[in-house]
């Protein structure tokens, strides 16, 4: 595995800031036209006074001297410091909590956004050890730099190299060490107008390595086991991200929920599907009786963020199997959600698809229903017929079927292709008048996922 590169300016933003502690000085350059004090801002920069840098700074010519007054400030040394190492194997954990943040307004609000675990590793200790040189042209300048400069030290100056509130290692200080006042010696040569004062200081500084975030989680659903007796992946574990804290799975405040068609409304724990006299749960929608509105987003927001699209809302269907589809809130209904099912999570046809669901007692052939014609599939609802009367309804011949049962029109007479009283098993079909699915649960049909659904047999995936 190759070796991970790693380079986070430690020491460099402790120079920096070195650095600036020296900047913005000034100095009495002469007099303007009205007699007034003209002040000079020392320039800084970062270099030692060596020969190849004196060079530079006269741009390679004999005929130039540098310009001054100036301030360099550079580092003399770097040593590890074993006085203030402490325990190198320590790992401290800070567990932070964010606010959410608002892309569109570039604000934080008032909700949870991300929670975050930090480990931070134990820093190490150095001792940084700097030097600042002071070029001036004149005494008058150098005291007047030194007077400004050193009342700052007494006998140190602190300096904080990041603003970041898990960066232990941000605060250090600068101590001064030792002033030489000049680098001239006696006597003075003839061929040297600068005079350079140099300061010596240390700064305690930390270096750290990397420190390790995590993002976490809500435990909504515990896993019991991972595999199963063949050595799979068990049906607990529904998904990665889910179980990893990625995403939240919940079913919030043990409300239920009514599903229709495309959009989902809130039903409060108190609250019925119906109270209509003759309802059929196959022709009727459900209709929501109550009062309690229950606004989707402010319910969401206690629990986090919904992605529009990715968000999901999931429903148990009974057994292993989950309809699942994404979810955005309604333009203009804050007590509906927009609903876009995964057709892949719908159930599959096991029956052919009918062309309505119908009353026969009500409706037959000629009268309410199209003429009969070879291939034509009915879901009825009632009875027709018994096995002691098979002289049924003219329209339907002998036709002796029961409620919920699949009846087909063979070319010269209604046959039943399905019969309910025999079946006990789960099968689905599809209503081609409508395009929507149903579901025989081995006593009756319902739509295949539209409808109610109660606390715990559906949740939100955010």
Same mark, same amino acid.
């Given at each position: ?61 004999? @005929? ?40 569109? $307004? ?27 040189? =002071? ?66 200081? $240390?700064?305690? =500084? ?70 209509? *006299?003759?309802?059929?749960?196959? @022709?009727?929608?459900?209709?929501? *009786? ?50 876009? =099912? ?69 070319? @010269? ?9 025999? +079946? ?6 599809? @209503? ?11 006593? +009756? ?18």
């Amino acid at each position: 595995m190759p070796q991970q590169f790693f380079y986070d300016e430690q020491i460099r933003r402790f120079l920096l800031q070195y650095i600036r502690a020296f900047s913005n000085f000034q100095v009495e350059y002469g007099k303007d036209r009205n007699g007034n004090t003209t002040l000079l801002t020392v320039p800084v920069k970062y270099g030692d006074s060596t020969r190849m840098v004196s060079s530079i700074l006269r741009e390679n010519s004999e @005929n130039k001297i540098i310009p001054t007054p100036m301030i360099s400030c550079y580092i003399t040394g770097l040593e590890y410091n074993p006085e203030r190492r402490q325990d190198p194997t320590f790992v401290d954990k800070k567990h932070i909590r964010m606010r959410k943040f608002d892309i569109n $307004t570039n604000t934080y609000n008032t909700q949870q956004g991300n929670a975050f675990t930090i480990e931070r590793l134990m820093p190490v200790p150095y001792t940084l050890q700097m030097a600042t040189d =002071i070029w001036t042209s004149n005494t008058n300048q150098k005291l007047q730099l030194m007077e400004q400069i050193l009342v700052l030290f007494n006998p140190a100056l602190e300096i904080q190299s990041t603003d970041n509130y898990l960066d232990w290692t941000s605060l250090s200080y600068i101590e001064l060490q030792q002033v030489q006042f000049s680098n001239r010696s006696v006597p003075v040569g003839v061929d040297e107008q600068i005079d350079i004062a140099t300061l010596s200081f $240390t700064v305690p =500084i930390y270096l750290t390595a990397p420190a390790k975030v995590k993002k976490l989680g809500v435990i909504n659903k515990i896993v019991a086991s991972i595999f199963d007796d063949q050595g799979g992946i068990a049906e607990g574990v529904i998904d990665g991200q889910i179980l990893m804290g990625e995403r939240m799975k919940f079913t919030p405040m043990n409300f239920g929920i009514i599903v229709l068609g495309n959009t989902i409304q809130i039903l409060d724990r108190s609250e019925t599907t119906t109270n209509k *006299v003759d309802y059929s749960p196959l @022709n009727d929608p459900p209709e929501k *009786v109550g009062t309690d509105d229950v606004s989707w987003a402010a319910l969401i927001n206690q629990y986090g963020e919904m992605q529009p699209g990715i968000s999901q809302i999931r429903l148990e269907t009974g057994g292993s199997a989950e309809i699942v589809g994404t979810i955005a809130f309604h333009p203009s209904d804050p007590y509906k959600l927009l609903f876009t =099912i995964q057709s892949d999570t719908i159930p599959t046809n096991d029956l052919p698809a009918v062309d309505k669901i119908i009353n026969p007692l009500r409706s037959a052939p000629d009268a309410g229903l199209a003429t009969a014609a070879t291939g034509q599939r009915y879901l009825i609802l009632n009875a027709i017929g018994d096995a002691d009367n098979t002289d049924g309804p003219d329209a339907w011949g002998d036709l002796v079927a029961g409620a919920n049962d699949v009846i087909e029109y063979t070319g @010269n007479k209604w046959e039943v292709m399905f019969d309910s009283s025999n +079946e006990s098993g789960v099968h689905y079909l599809t @209503n081609s008048n409508t395009n929507l699915q149903y579901k025989y649960t081995g006593n +009756e049909w319902v739509k295949s996922y539209e409808g109610e659904y109660r606390a715990g047999d559906w949740s939100i995936v955010i």
